[in-house]
């Protein structure tokens, strides 16, 4: 059986349980690399230079560890998946910048995603990607529908459940996800809404446990894949109209819809250098002080990140919330 190996970084949070379905369909084994540790991220590092943002060098690290694990790599190139809305750069060079840096990885399977450059494409992209696995275009075709209803359906799961990508993975594959989630919230806790890209919010290595910290001080997190795509794009046109990279609705919107409803607090998480965060954090920052609402707070990660530094900020943080709250109840008695 083919092993196709898919790195648990960047668009893995968005599209693994498609991903997984399409390779599974067509007769693939698919294997994981395994969570972010350490020593992937001095790894992956090692091959970049030194201003390449912080979840590329993630990425790089999970490629490594897959290297003597599977027959391909899956990388796509993905450059919209909605109408005149484009990704960051970053990930139109990915499947070229591995082959690039770490040359000793198995053959890439890269598959170029532009919506807008028609149907036609995306199918000739699809089919170009199956014809490893087979040469019969019905069998490749139905793998991509189920794979498509399969994303349907994680989607669905994390907005009617409010869970997070990691534990929609867990439930649907029936493998209990141990982390995050195993804290329980009280009766009257604060809800704290985390915005930001899926890689930087579930990869726990990176963000230094947050989702874990939060629950543990029984805080309730919200998430931006709790939120349905309408409320998104209501909350993202109300800010800045049509979104024009994908991650805006991510940033801005959820930003946006968390600050007028559902959170006693947010928190913006973004990386440093990051082109994009540094500009659509920054409109967050100022729809809050205009708003004056709700607090928020911004987290930048790097590299070096001190774990202590996020915990003392994210104590403070809530330790203000806990204490707005209680005055906001005393002052209803
Ligand atoms: S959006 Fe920012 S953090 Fe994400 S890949 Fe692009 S530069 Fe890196």
């Not at 027959?71 to 484009?86: E, G, H, L, Q």
């Not at 919200?222 to 209501?234: D, G, N, W």
């Not at 559902?262 to 990051?274: D, Q």
């Not at 609402?293 to 911004?298: E, G, Q």
């Amino acid at each position: 059986m083919i092993k196709i190996g898919i790195p648990r970084a960047l668009l893995y949070y968005q599209y693994y349980p498609m991903w997984q379905t399409f390779f599974e369909e067509l007769g693939a084994e698919v294997i994981v690399s395994p969570p972010t540790t350490q020593l992937m991220l001095s790894d992956g590092s090692s091959r970049l230079v030194a201003d390449t943002c912080l979840p590329v060098k993630v990425f790089v690290g999970h490629v490594l560890s897959l290297v003597d694990k599977c027959d391909y790599i899956f990388i796509p190139a993905i450059r919209s998946m909605k109408s005149k809305s484009y990704n960051c750069s970053k990930f139109l060079g990915l499947p070229d910048m591995t082959r690039a840096v770490v040359p000793e990885a198995p053959p890439i399977l890269d598959i170029e995603i532009d919506i807008n450059r028609g149907k036609r494409s995306l199918y000739q992209a699809i089919y170009s990607l199956g014809r490893h696995f087979t040469w019969n275009p019905y069998k490749v075709r139905r793998a991509a529908t189920t794979a498509w209803q399969a994303h349907l359906n994680y989607l669905e799961l994390m907005t009617s459940q409010r869970l997070t990508p990691p534990k929609a993975i867990g439930k649907l594959s029936g493998v209990a996800e141990a982390e995050p989630g195993t804290h329980s919230s009280q009766p009257n806790s604060a809800t704290i809404a985390l915005i930001g890209h899926p890689y930087l919010l579930y990869d726990e290595h990176i963000n230094h446990r947050l989702i874990h910290r939060l629950e543990q001080a029984h805080k309730r997190v919200l998430t931006p894949e709790m939120l349905t795509a309408e409320e998104l794009q209501s909350a993202t046109a109300r800010v800045v109209g049509r979104a024009y990279w994908t991650y805006e609705e991510e940033v801005v919107g959820v930003g946006e819809h968390y600050l007028k409803s559902g959170a006693n607090g947010v928190i913006g998480i973004m990386v440093f250098g990051c082109g994009p965060d540094s500009v659509m954090m920054d409109m967050v920052h100022r729809q809050s002080a205009r708003l004056r609402t709700t607090p928020f707070m911004s987290i930048t990660l790097e590299e070096h990140t001190a774990e202590a530094g996020i915990v003392t900020r994210l104590e403070a943080f809530l330790d203000m919330i806990d204490r707005r709250q209680k005055r906001q109840v005393e002052a209803c008695v």
